[in-house]
């Protein structure tokens, strides 16, 4: 089955120590998108990748970078985590309707 | 400033019944919209999409009615059943192809 398949389902991490979530697809496609969403809010687009072309959205912190080396491939790294960065991050592959992935849960202790 | 808004956030229909979720959305740009599912501990699955020159999309048990005048979708479940219990996100897109999210609604069936 394509699958997009995010690395680890939970992570926990301490503050201002740097983390590093990983995506992977095997849709093949083009367009990756990592996503961040809060308890009761909605997910928020934080970048996009179109091939190996980054986008990013004006109000995602410089705290966040991501990586692409490949098509399969898409990294997410928080260079130095605070509490406020804890939230679930949802990787997905575009298309009409994005695959995401099961998410990473990450806690900053 | 939120994009797109889902303002309920819960819902309990008794199994059988229809369940009837709603989005408004303030951006005359959207041209697609897509209903998202999601359990808990994994992430939201595609259900169901439709583009800006329908008013209705239908797949099964689910219709997503799109009145554009009011800038209003919503998505129907009929009959309900315990597996349709989970968080329905509400998203929409323009050109740019970026998908924006409501903050979801908690849908509980009820036995």
């Known amino acids: 089955d394509a699958m997009v398949i995010q690395n680890p389902r939970y992570q926990v991490t301490q503050f201002g120590k740097p983390v590093t979530l990983s995506c992977s697809q095997t849709l093949n496609h083009n367009v990756m998108y990592w996503y961040q969403q809060k308890s009761s809010q909605a997910p928020k687009l934080l970048f996009h990748y179109y091939d190996k072309d980054f986008n990013n959205e004006a109000d995602t912190p410089d705290n966040f970078q991501s990586r692409r080396p490949n098509t399969s491939f898409c990294f997410l790294d928080i260079r130095s985590p605070g509490l406020g960065d804890a939230a679930m991050y949802l990787c997905?592959?575009?298309?009409?309707?994005?695959?995401f992935g099961s998410g990473t849960r990450l806690t900053v202790v | 400033d939120q994009q797109v808004k889902q303002n309920s956030p819960s819902l309990s229909v008794q199994e059988g019944r229809i369940s009837i979720l709603n989005c408004d959305y303030t951006?005359?740009?959207?041209?697609?919209f897509l209903w998202y599912k999601k359990y808990p501990a994994e992430g939201p699955t595609f259900l169901i999409s439709?583009?800006?020159?329908?008013d209705k999309n239908e797949d099964g048990r689910f219709t997503v009615f799109l009145n554009k005048s009011a800038k209003h979708l919503s998505l129907h479940i009929v009959p309900s059943q315990p597996g349709d219990s989970a968080v329905y996100f509400c998203?929409?897109?323009?050109?740019?192809?970026?998908?924006?999210f409501g903050k979801g609604t908690r849908l509980h069936i009820l036995p």
């Open positions: 439709i583009s800006s020159i329908k």
């Open positions: 951006n005359s740009m959207f041209d697609y």
């Open positions: 997905a592959t575009g298309g009409r309707g994005y695959t």
């Open positions: 998203g929409a897109k323009n050109r740019d192809d970026k998908i924006i």
